[in-house]
Structure formats: structure tokens, C-alpha cells
């Protein structure tokens, strides 16, 4: 049995470097599955990153990796986000009305990790249908950030950078259909990318997703081009697909980029959002860095800031959120009640009600034009530099689901906390967020985000590795107990 010290030694190294330990013989797999159960055991209490912890069955998977295992992931504990389905475990979106339902199916990025030799050790905390920009689900409770364990993790995939940013797992999958990767992993000190549109399957549930996409939350670029390569890939029953990548995407992190033409911006989309100064300082010295690395940064505002945008965004995200909401209704045979579901999401099931086939294939319209515009202004820069997150991570409570006088405050607040990262779901774009900066008074995390051109996850991964080369912070670890 790994001692605590080894444990938590293994679980804050990159998932590349483990699976490299593996395959050189130099730990067992079951070693890596102990040491990360043992983390869990120990610490989710505190940080109530997991919902589903799978001991039994993982220890029984990494008795199958051994020495020599030439995958990706040999060997690698993972834990999956409890919005995509296991086969066999509970599937609850974060919510009470899903009660204990286990589908039968299995979500395509589950099996091709599982291929890749990583071990699913369990799944992971989001607020309740994956909603807001905050992890604390009525069913659960809040997920903690293990750099202030009074702080929000972000979300939606705020359980899956808990569990990374304190040493549980050293990667996690996560998925972002309004900046729900990259924002914990600004919140969390993670990289966090979302890819390209169409660059992952949402085989077998869905055929196609306008916003949403898949991914992970990492310690480092590797780590998130290796999974990117294992994950990407159309199934059969696809509605579309992104263009198959000529390259491993791991090759691509590992080239260094050519001179980039880069724009800095920190114009928040949504007017009302007020930008932290510290985090403008952050951007500032991010810009300074690229230029030292021999990029052209220049300052230019995008045409991000239109009026009504955030509402007609609403018009999409209602509905999309419901369908989740009725298909919970479906398996528990009655329309949901104020005990079924958080104030938030009953707001947005009624509002989402009320949307007619018109209005909403109206607003997709409307949104696509902006988005086909924001592509186009982007397409004289190679990239776009900006805030991850307008502010630093927000304290618990600060954006409420659950306010029964006032549910739809919360998602407004949670736009003005994370302005940034909704855009590059309308336009379909590859975005990732750094954790390069740190506040120096209190410890915390600031994410830089850089905008890359559509199917250009390469490119962003080469930079992100060089700014990592320039300022490692691999090693950074929150000071978990």
C-alpha cells in the first residue's frame, strides 16, 4: 500500500509522466489507482470533488496495465463528470431528479479513455444540469478550491478541477458549453482547453452539439494534447465532425510556434461585468511575456460587445439545459417540482417553455451572424489574448440557484464573473485557458485565455507549452492538508 507522502507525491505529477513510470516498470498501475483512491478517501470530504467513487472496479482495471503498456494513459486514474454516461453508474447531472438512474450506455470518450489504459476511478461534482459558473449543487453540496477552501472551483466542471488541483487525480475530463472547462481551470490553477466544435463525439446520446464540447482539466499542456489526441474522433451516427487533425496534437504541442500576430483585449463582452485590477495586471504581464518570446501583441478591442447579446444567448441556453431537465421527467414519469429541482433550473424550464420553434431558430440565426463576425475580425490575428475570468474566484454563495425570490440573478451573475468565455462556444473556436499568474496576496489563481482560429487547437498548444516552458507551473500545488 503506497504511503500518504508517495501518494500525494504520485497524484501532483502529470498524467504523461505517470503513464511513462508505468510503462518503464517503475510503479504498477494498481499502485497509481491506490495512491489516487487513498488521496479521495482522504481528502473529498474536504473538497467534495467526487460524487461516485469506484474502488472496487478500478483496482480490478489497473490489474489488467501492466509493464510495457505502449498506450497513452497506461495505467492514469481519471475520473469522469457526472453529466456523461458510465455504463452502470448513476448519471444525476448534479440534480435529485435524476434520482439513482444508471443508463445502459456509455459516453464514446469513455470507452477511448478506458482503451487508452486509463482507470475511471469515479465521477466528478457540477452544479445541477451543469448551469452556472459555480459547483454547488443542492443534491451535493459545494465542491471546495483547494487554493481557499471558502472559494468557488468555477463550473461547470468545478468537481473535476477540485479533484486535479488538490493531487486527487492528476486529470480529469470536463466539458464546456459556456466556458465550463475553462473556467475551473482558472479558478483551480489548470490548464483547460475546449477544443474545436465537433472535435469530440457525444456518441451515443447526442449526434451534434452547437455549444458544447468535451475535454479535460490538467496540470500541463502535454497532458491536455494527449488526451485531446486520445478523445477526438467522429462516431458513427455523427450529425458533423471536425476535420481529422493531420498530426498528433501532441507533436504539435511539442513544436514551438512560429512569430504570432496576437490581439490583447480586455473589453468584457457583457457591459455590466466589472474587470478585477489585478487580473488586468495579470493580462498585461501575459502580454509582456509574449512579446519577450518573440510575438506581436497588439491592443484591439473584438466586436464582442453587442447589446442583447447576453439575452439572446439565454434563448439558446434555456432550452438546451432543459432538454436535460425533460429527460429527467421522463425517467421519473411527472413533471418536475420545487423538491425535484433548484429554483434556477425550474426559471429556466419555464422559461425555456415558452420559447417558440421561431424565437429560438431566430436567435440561433442572430447569434451564428455574430459569431461568423467575430471569426472573421479574428481572422487578421492568429490569436486572441484575454481574461480568463473578469474576477479572482468568487466566495460560495456569491452566485445562488438555489434564491428563490430572485433564481435568474445567478445566471446573470455568473456572466459578469466569467464574460469572457461564452464567445468562443457561439463561434465554435478553440480556446484555452493558462493558469499563468497567481495574486500575490492571496494565493489564488488568475487564468489567461487565449481565442485561437477555428480547428487551430495546434497552435494554441504550441504556445501554451512555450509560455509553460518560460514559467513553469506544473509544480504549483495548493496547500492541501
Known amino acids: 500500500m503506497t504511503d500518504a507522502a508517495t501518494a500525494a507525491e504520485l497524484m501532483f505529477r502529470p ?3 505517470l503513464a511513462d513510470l508505468v510503462r518503464a516498470g517503475e510503479i504498477t498501475a494498481r499502485e497509481l489507482v ?4 487513498s488521496r479521495i478517501d482522504a481528502l473529498n470530504p474536504t473538497y467534495n470533488a467526487f460524487i461516485d467513487v469506484f474502488h472496487d472496479e478500478a483496482l480490478l482495471a489497473a490489474e489488467g496495465v501492466k509493464a510495457g503498456d505502449d498506450r497513452p494513459l497506461a495505467g492514469v486514474p481519471i475520473a469522469i463528470k457526472n453529466n456523461r454516461p458510465v455504463e452502470g453508474k448513476r448519471l444525476t447531472f448534479g440534480s ?4 439513482d438512474f444508471a443508463p445502459p450506455v456509455e459516453w464514446v470518450g469513455v470507452t477511448r479513455l478506458r482503451e487508452a489504459g486509463a482507470i475511471i476511478v469515479g465521477t466528478t461534482n457540477l452544479p445541477e444540469f451543469g448551469i452556472v459558473a459555480t459547483t454547488e449543487p443542492r443534491r451535493f453540496g459545494a465542491a471546495r478550491n483547494p ?7 468555477g463550473g461547470s466542471s468545478g468537481g473535476a478541477a477540485a479533484a486535479v488541483a488538490a493531487g486527487m487525480i492528476p486529470i480529469a475530463h470536463a466539458n464546456d458549453g459556456g466556458g465550463s472547462t475553462r473556467i475551473p481551470a482558472a479558478c483551480c490553477g489548470l490548464v483547460g482547453l475546449k477544443p474545436q466544435r465537433g472535435r469530440i463525439s457525444q456518441a451515443p446520446l447526442l449526434g451534434y452539439s452547437l455549444l458544447v464540447t468535451d475535454g479535460v482539466v490538467s496540470r500541463t499542456t502535454r497532458d491536455t494534447a494527449v488526451a485531446l489526441d486520445v478523445l477526438a474522433g467522429h462516431a458513427l451516427g455523427d450529425a458533423s465532425w471536425a476535420a481529422p487533425s493531420r498530426t498528433p496534437f501532441e507533436s504539435q504541442a511539442a513544436e514551438p ?8 483585449t480586455s473589453l468584457s463582452p457583457v457591459e455590466t461585468a466589472n474587470v478585477d485590477p489585478r487580473v488586468l495586471e495579470s493580462l498585461d504581464e501575459a502580454a509582456a511575456l509574449l512579446r519577450d518570446l518573440g510575438h506581436e501583441v ?3 478591442d473584438p466586436p464582442w460587445r453587442i447589446p442583447g447579446i447576453f439575452e439572446q444567448f439565454g434563448v439558446l441556453w434555456a432550452p438546451m439545459v432543459s432538454t436535460t431537465t425533460a429527460f429527467a421527467a421522463q425517467i421519473a414519469g411527472h413533471e418536475p417540482t420545487a423538491e425535484d429541482i433548484e429554483p434556477l433550473s425550474m426559471a429556466l424550464y419555464h422559461a425555456a417553455k415558452g420559447v417558440d420553434a421561431t424565437t429560438y431558430l431566430g436567435a440561433e440565426m442572430l447569434l451564428l451572424n455574430i459569431a461568423r463576425a467575430m471569426v472573421q475580425w479574428t481572422a487578421q490575428y492568429d490569436a486572441v489574448l484575454c481574461p480568463s475570468l473578469a474576477e479572482l474566484p468568487v466566495p460560495l454563495g456569491e452566485i445562488n440557484a438555489c434564491d428563490e425570490a430572485n433564481p435568474m440573478s445567478a445566471f446573470m451573475r455568473a456572466a459578469e464573473f466569467t464574460p469572457y468565455a461564452a464567445i468562443s462556444n457561439l463561434t465554435g473556436s478553440p480556446a484555452i485557458s493558462v493558469p499563468l499568474e497567481h495574486d500575490a496576496e492571496t494565493g489564488l489563481p ?7 482560429q477555428p480547428e487551430g487547437e495546434g497552435t494554441l498548444l504550441a504556445l501554451s ?11 504549483r500545488q495548493a496547500p492541501v492538508e
Do not use: H
Open 34 to 37: 491506490e495512491a489516487s483512491l
Open 147 to 153: 487554493w481557499d477552501p471558502s472559494r468557488t472551483t
Open 465 to 475: 507549452q512555450q509560455l509553460e516552458q518560460a514559467r513553469p507551473w506544473a509544480g
Open 15 to 17: 498524467a504523461s509522466e
Open 96 to 99: 435529485s431528479f435524476f434520482g
Open 446 to 452: 488568475i487564468g489567461i485565455q487565449i481565442i485561437g
Open 298 to 300: 497588439i491592443q484591439d
Open 257 to 264: 510556434p512560429r512569430a504570432l500576430r496576437i490581439a490583447m
